[in-house]
């Protein structure tokens, strides 16, 4: 089965080549050769297995390169062409619709457009995307979001195949609240660089035996968190949501760039915050920023963890009204058997599946399948 897109860029330019090749790699498409000029493509795209798509630059002289495009065309019919040039004339639009070219791209690029049209030549090759990505944000330390990703993980491994990645790389605690002692985390994966596919993942992941989720551990040595990066965490993204039905992060609150790439990734980015002053603001700050980033308000959830119907410092109708979005979901207090879950090494959804705390965050995560559903439909 292919995981990614094997893509060619050809380029005259070396710089250009290099930040293509970075672009597509964190669009989950792995370039197997860079080119300076078409002339040396027959000789990648004749192989056994040939890529599934040539990038190519027009410019500078881009009605003599595309004629050389359509040659390529007929020569290799399983092959896509994506053409690029600065030169937007319709004449030349017309011509490289003419001679099968699969997408047109004006420079510079817009990159949710160019990366729409690789999700469509993915589908063609069976290798879309299929996953729902959800990744929880606490908005204060304590605040009990890995509890609630990791149960809502563990509901949603009963309706699809799952797993949760610790992407709070010093103090994450997934592995623990699983009770598992994973040989290989996250850094090891990143170490693998391009190589990374079905196999090497298969042995990194760790599997919980009573739920069937697989769980990729944060570094088990702190400095190691230093081996995450934006780009490996793009490709091992892309890759999982091709394998499953389900990516759940449980995360930090940070705009750094590996953070930045989870929160661009996620179809649901779940904050999760208490009804006090200091996560209230926290969260009226981050959503604020998401705001600014471009993120899509329908990808952002707030979830208030440890609800007590009386008690609570702020009222939820003044949280609602003071970030502009509904609450969610509100999850009940019950300390005594979250605590004892994390520490038995339990999720409380296994424990105490008839605890009030239990059947909250089940009917959170049934949402979320529903959701997945209406939009398969």
Not at 48 to 58: D, T
Not at 139 to 160: D, F, H, K
Not at 201 to 220: F, M, Y
Request: proline share 6%; aromatic share 6%.
């Amino acid at each position: 089965m292919l995981l990614q897109l094997q893509c060619v860029v050809v380029d005259p330019d070396p710089a250009n080549r290099q930040e293509m090749s970075n672009f597509l790699a964190n669009h989950g498409a792995h370039t197997v050769a860079t080119l300076p000029a078409l002339d040396q493509a027959p000789a990648v795209l004749g192989r056994p297995e040939p890529p599934q798509l040539v990038v190519v630059n027009l410019d500078p002289q881009p009605y003599e390169t595309l004629k050389k495009v359509g040659v390529l065309v007929r020569q290799f019919p399983q092959v896509s062409f994506f053409v690029l040039s600065q030169v937007v004339d319709p004449h030349l639009l017309m011509e490289a619709m003419h001679l099968g070219v699969k997408e047109f791209v004006p420079l510079p690029i817009d990159a949710d457009k160019f990366a729409a049209g690789l999700e469509r030549i993915a589908s063609q090759y069976n290798i879309s995307k299929r996953a729902t990505v959800v990744h929880f944000i606490p908005t204060m330390g304590g605040c009990g979001s890995t509890t609630i990703a990791c149960n809502v993980a563990a509901c949603l491994a009963r309706s699809g195949k799952t797993v949760i990645i610790d992407l709070d790389l010093v103090r994450g605690a997934v592995a623990t609240s699983f009770d598992i002692r994973p040989r290989y985390t996250i850094a090891d994966i990143m170490d693998s660089g391009e190589r990374l596919d079905q196999q090497l993942l298969d042995n990194a992941l760790a599997i919980h035996a009573p739920t069937g989720l697989a769980v990729l551990a944060r570094p088990e040595l702190p400095e190691d968190s230093q081996r995450v990066s934006q780009g490996g965490l793009s490709r091992l993204l892309n890759i999982l949501s091709r394998l499953y039905d389900y990516v759940v992060i449980d995360s930090l609150m940070s705009f750094s760039p590996v953070y930045a790439a989870a929160i661009s990734a996620a179809d649901l980015n779940v904050l999760v915050m208490q009804l006090n002053v200091p996560s209230a603001r926290n969260t009226e700050r981050f959503v604020g920023a998401l705001r600014r980033m471009g993120v899509d308000s329908a990808k952002t959830r707030i979830v208030v963890n440890r609800f007590v119907k009386k008690g609570w410092d702020i009222a939820p109708e003044e949280v609602e009204r003071s970030l502009g979005l509904r609450i969610g979901w509100l999850i009940p207090n019950d300390f005594k058997n979250a605590i004892a879950a994390i520490n038995y090494g339990e999720p409380v959804v296994l424990r105490a599946p008839r605890a009030e705390i239990s059947t909250s965050i089940a009917e959170l995560a049934a949402t979320m399948v529903s959701k997945r559903a209406a939009l398969a439909a």
